[in-house]
């Protein structure tokens, strides 16, 4: 009887863990939970340059619409080398010359009597490597069609992202001498 109770004690340890089984089971845990973290890290990274970039493209496209919807209004266009737009603008009820300008990695503005000299539109992380301003048509015989063409870059965690844009815009005062 004695020897079948020391049995039956040695039958219940034997329900336990060893312990090498938890050493075992603790270091798979520990790794799914290195492997989920790095994951985790990788996708948090990806979410921050996406947001960087949608960032960077909203601020493209609203400087853009804000060239677009001068020129659009515009009058008595005259370029200067690809490089540079300037026409007249009905701003605060009188007709104002307004031009833009690609120089030093950006696009400048000016609006005459509302500023001395040109001042950068973009923002300063935006860096513009390729910026022409084109016309198709004339003011007198044709529809006048101003296209403005970019290439932008950016830099995001040390990685460059490209931008090439291309818009055409039509004025829509229509200027012809009989």
Known sequence: MFINKIKNRIKNYKKGFTLIELLIATGIFVMVIIT????????????????????????????????????????????????KICFDYYLEKKWRKVCYQYNNFNIEQFIEGLADNFEPLFDPNLKITKAHFYQRGDQINSQLTVVV???????????????????AITPRIVVKES
Not at 149 to 166: A, D, P, V, W
């Open 36 to 83: 989920l973290s790095q994951v985790y890290i990788s996708i948090i990274r990806s979410e921050r340059v996406a947001y960087a970039l949608l960032t960077a493209e909203n601020n493209i496209r609203n400087k853009l619409e804000l060239i677009a919807r001068s020129i659009r209004m515009g009058k008595n266009f005259d370029f200067d080398k690809d490089y």
């Open 149 to 167: 063409s970019l290439e932008i870059e950016t830099e995001i965690r040390n990685q460059i992202f490209t931008f090439h844009l291309e818009t």
